[in-house]
Every structure is written in C-alpha cells, then in structure tokens.
C-alpha cells in the first residue's frame, strides 16, 4: 500500500492550498455564456459590469445642439464669445473675444458692453425658440449671428 505524501505548507508548518477544493472556488461557465474578464482588465462595454460611457448633465443632445445650456452660457460669458466657440463658430467667437478684451479698455468698456449686449441678446433668442427651430436655425442652418 502507498503512502499519499502530506499536503506542502508553508514557513510556520501551517498547511497551504493548492487550487480550488470547493465547488464556489472553482469557474463554472454555462454554455454560450463568455468567461469572465481576467484579473485586472475591464470587461467590454455592454458586458454586466461594464463601466458605461459619461451621460451629459444637459441631456444627450450635443454641445452645439443644446440651446438651454448655451442660452445661458451666451448670458453669462457672451461678451468674450464662449457660445459661438461651443457652437464650432470659431470667426465670431474670436471677433467678439478681440473686441471686448482689446477694444474694451480702449473705449472705457463701452465696446466690451456692446458685446456683453449682444451675448444678453443671443442668450434670450436661444433660450425662447423651441428645440426644434433652435437646432434648424442654428445647427443645420449653421446661423451665426442673432
């Protein structure tokens, strides 16, 4: 009769394991079902678990297409031409920029107010029109001014 050697242990003579000896410890996978992701990869987007892409607080519509949230920003930050730069209008957003920090000291901020103006101005139009006559005028229509 053969003798079955005593399971390995470690540095203090305590016993250690050498795989799975329960059912719970061992990787059970049901047909068509993929296995698990390795230990330290992240599982593919759409798997259980998965991390989901960043929701906008705003909605799901696009920067440009939002007009709540740059009716507000054209309100608040329209003098230096924030909203037109979200909206991709890179020329009006760089003439507004230039005239109210450059022509602004120059004029004693009377043209830095004609550009907070017009910022006030755009901001109530985007704020007033439907989503729908917003996005035709000033996405599809690519509408620059007012």
């Not at 799901?60 to 979200?86: C, D, S, T, Y």
């Not at 890179?90 to 907070?116: K, M, N, R, Y």
Request: proline share 15%.
């Amino acid at each position: 009769m053969s003798q079955v050697p005593p399971p390995p242990s470690d540095p203090l003579g305590q016993p250690t394991s050498t795989g799975p000896t329960t059912p719970a410890a061992q990787s059970y996978n049901a047909p068509g079902v993929p296995p698990p992701p390795a230990y330290g990869q992240p599982p593919a987007y759409g798997q259980p678990g998965a991390p989901q892409p960043a929701s906008n607080p705003f909605g799901n519509a696009p920067a440009n297409e939002n007009r709540v949230m740059l009716g507000i920003i054209a309100i608040l930050l329209g003098w230096l031409g924030v909203h037109k730069f979200m909206m991709g209008h890179t020329v009006p957003g760089v003439i507004l920029l230039l005239v109210s920090v450059i022509g602004g000291p120059f004029t004693c901020g009377l043209l830095a107010g004609a550009t907070s103006i017009i910022g006030i101005v755009e901001g109530i139009i985007y704020l007033t029109k439907t989503d729908e006559q917003f996005r035709q005028e000033y996405v599809v229509g690519r509408k620059q001014w007012f």
